[in-house]
């Protein structure tokens, strides 16, 4: 068999001011066929597990570039065009192949594109022909449009939030694959449209719970290949917008309908009682300063990288000062001018600084004062699971007694290294600021003795109720209150 692999990956927050071009996925990663490194980052681990499971086969697999971009606005028509076009140029070099891999987010918007995934599968599909195999892996924050189902034979999404198991999804990816090219099953998709938009974090109840119950399924029933709960991207405004149930059966198209039906109206019957609650900043900075156990992570969940947004906030920060705070740490702001005048300083100078609060309305106030530069690293990276997550040249700084990180490459807060890195103990801290909805909860849980979850400012629209969408279905829940008529007993 020859198998043809390759990744091209961005999560797009339509509503962010921070638009993504060539440099942006240069500074994430970029990797030319044959030069990904040996451990996967999160839209990638199809590349590494792919060369395990090829080589136990005796398989060909032609590597095409692998590329991701943290997530932002909109990607540059140009930027998005170029690497398209670079992957279909590798396939068809490849040509002829007998399956194609992908490592996908799902949630990329470029000028031009709202759909750039479907186009990509579309025109892969185009290549290959009919009959040869396409699958992809994905992130459960993305939209699953029809242009897709037409394009793929079967997907695999990440079932847990944070997305610890992204290489076990590709491993179940690959043993879908190899089981098909064999002449073992068929893949079949049915998609049920749960038409709700919510946050699904699997780290607490209900979610727990549901993820588990479809993992056994997949468990007992050998007709279910695989369940992935699409959980949809709320500040993508695209047509397609909203979560997904994505049932994969062997050949079995009536059973996967049904199923995914009854497994979305579960779901659905769940909707608002997902998230974790949220507390304002003048809380949590109270409840942190009161605490008797520490560290006490405050994650600031909205202002979060992950998600789209700049990182820059400084509303907690802000709070913290006003009330006098020290031994308190905050990962990350993001401001790569600050960062840039801290390294023409040095470590050990003392310097004014403005910084932070600069992306956009309701991130706070910028930061002024006289700083000293502790530490500066090149290239900083902290873990994320297996592999690891670059956050930029960064500069470790203290104000008024608080260690702030300022970084110039734009991250979430995954893991307790993102301080380590810098020379801070994070065990040693009374509070821990960082940013990040859940996927820091793995990593970040094993160190805290309590975690609250704070909503501060307005970086990001998190009400879609309220959000002022154009481009959405406006047909879906907490837009309208019961689009399925389920309180009618019409489901």
């Known amino acids: 068999m020859r198998i043809f692999t390759a990744a091209l990956a961005t999560e797009t927050n339509t509503f962010s001011p921070i638009c993504v071009d060539r440099r942006a996925f240069e500074a994430s990663l970029y990797a030319p066929p044959g030069q990904h490194p040996e451990t996967p980052t999160l839209c990638t681990a199809p590349i590494t597990v792919g060369r395990r499971v090829t080589a136990e086969k005796g398989w060909e697999l032609i590597e095409g570039t692998a590329t991701w971009a943290d997530p932002a606005g909109l990607v540059n028509r140009t930027t998005y065009e170029e690497l398209r ?10 040509m002829p192949v007998d399956a194609v891999v992908m490592g996908l987010h799902g949630a990329m918007v470029a000028a031009g594109y709202e759909d750039t995934e479907g186009d990509l599968l579309s025109r892969i599909r185009q290549i290959v022909g009919p009959d040869v195999l396409i699958c992809a892996e994905l992130d459960p924050h993305s939209h699953l449009t029809a242009k897709r ?7 695999v999404y990440f079932k847990e939030f944070p997305h610890t198991d992204f290489v076990d999804r590709a491993e179940d990816l690959w043993r879908i694959a190899v089981e098909t090219l064999e002449g073992r099953v068929k893949p079949d998709m049915s998609v049920f449209d749960c038409r709700m938009i919510d946050v699904f974090p699997t780290s607490r109840e209900p979610m727990r719970s549901f993820v588990d119950k479809i993992m056994q399924i997949e468990k007992d029933d050998p007709d279910v290949l695989s369940i992935s709960v699409v959980h949809g991207f709320m500040v993508g405004d695209v047509p397609e917008m909203g979560t997904k149930l994505l049932v994969v059966t062997d050949n079995k198209p009536e059973k996967g309908a049904a199923l995914a039906r009854e497994l979305g109206l579960e779901l659905f019957s769940k909707r608002g009682t997902f998230m974790v609650p949220q507390i304002d900043e003048k809380e949590a900075v109270s409840r942190a300063m009161t605490a008797t156990a520490w560290p006490v992570v405050i994650t600031d969940v909205w202002d979060n990288p992950g998600g789209g947004t700049a990182g820059d906030a400084t509303v907690i920060l802000g709070e913290l000062m006003a009330r006098g705070v020290t031994s308190a740490a905050i990962g990350t702001i993001w401001d790569p001018v600050a960062v840039q005048i801290c390294f023409a300083a040095g470590e050990g100078a ?5 910084f932070g609060a600069k992306s956009a309305p309701g991130t706070g106030n910028p930061i002024d004062g006289t700083v000293k530069v502790v530490k500066l690293v090149n290239n900083a990276e902290m873990q994320f699971g297996e592999s690891l997550a670059p956050f930029g040249d960064a500069a470790h700084i203290v104000l008024n007694g ?20 810098m020379g801070i103990d994070p065990a040693r ?26 909503s501060a400012g307005t970086p990001y629209p998190n009400n879609p109720a309220t959000t002022p969408y154009q481009r959405a279905p406006k047909t879906i829940w907490p837009i309208v209150a019961d689009p399925h008529g389920t309180e009618r007993g019409a489901a």
């Open 149 to 155: 189902v037409a394009a793929l034979d079967f997907a």
């Open 350 to 354: 003392e310097i004014p600084l403005r």
């Open 429 to 454: 801290q009374k509070i821990l600021v960082i940013k990040s909805t859940n996927h820091f909860f793995a990593s970040f849980s094993k160190i805290a003795a309590e975690i609250l979850y704070c």
């Open 85 to 94: 076009d670079e992957i279909l140029g590798q396939l068809r070099a490849a």
């Open 402 to 421: 608080i260690d702030i990180i300022l970084n110039s490459t734009r991250a979430q807060s995954f893991d307790p290294s993102l301080f380590s890195v």
